[in-house]
């Protein structure tokens, strides 16, 4: 089963995909659709073992979830999309342009992770910790609340990502890429999202003070930074 929460825009407008980062739900992204404008129809999926989805029967890690999203927006018939992943979810999304650019018009990578210089779990949960006083609290109440319904399997397609290289998560990716990543992140670094970047010929937007929850953190900027960067290909 895949869960998965829609609003809708004006028609005839191209849908934004939303893609919540590890162990998440829907839920990471709910100040995001409060102040985003009624203007496009909004999928925010619960991946893969998180908030009410099923995980999957065999691998669970990016390339995986990206060909489970693959399905989902096939069988809804929704596509070519803008997708934007927080966290892990924005390797999902990354894995899902080079897998299917037919459904992908262009992808926002909101605080990716895993940072190639962390390989292994604990160096990522050091990272959270030490960037802790830089989140909002709003952050921690959401995150807790999706961490004790997820799956433990999810953890262990976390695990597959740790180390892999930029060029890796970029390869065959061919659409717009934005990489966007906040000062204050101590979980997603100034180089690997740079790497991101220039592996896809994309772009990095800083948000000043930004830390690594930014879709719970800072919703209105975030908002405007992809409202902009999706309106350069013209109308929606």
Not at 18 to 38: E, T, V
Not at 41 to 62: E, F, T, Y
Not at 100 to 128: E, F, K, Q
Request: net charge positive; aromatic share 6%.
């Amino acid at each position: 089963m895949t869960a998965w929460v829609e609003r809708s825009g004006r028609p005839h407008t191209r849908p934004l995909v939303l893609i919540p980062g590890l162990s998440m739900s829907w839920h990471a992204f709910r100040w995001f659709l409060d102040r985003h404008p009624l203007d496009r129809p909004i999928l925010v999926i619960d991946p893969p073992g998180c908030g009410r989805s099923a995980r999957l029967p065999h691998r669970m890690d990016a390339d995986a979830q990206a060909q489970h999203v693959a399905a989902w927006l096939d069988h809804l018939e929704r596509g070519p999309v803008d997708v934007v992943g927080h966290s892990l979810g924005a390797i999902t999304a990354a894995r899902l342009a080079a897998q299917r650019a037919d459904l992908v018009t262009s992808i926002i990578l909101v605080s990716p992770s895993p940072d190639d210089r962390w390989p292994r779990m604990r160096n990522h949960v050091g990272a959270l910790v030490k960037g802790v006083p830089a989140e909002a609290p709003r952050v921690f109440a959401q995150a807790a609340f999706d961490y004790l319904r997820s799956n433990p399997r999810v953890l262990a397609g976390f695990n597959t990502e740790a180390g892999r290289p930029a060029s890796d998560v970029m390869n065959d990716v061919h659409t717009r890429v934005l990489v966007v990543r906040g000062s204050a992140d101590r979980v997603s670094s100034r180089r690997w999202c740079d790497e991101l970047a220039a592996a896809a010929n994309g772009d990095v937007v800083t948000v000043p003070d930004g830390a690594h929850g930014l879709p719970q953190q800072m919703p209105g900027d975030l908002v405007a930074i992809i409202a902009a960067f999706t309106a350069r290909r013209g109308h929606l």
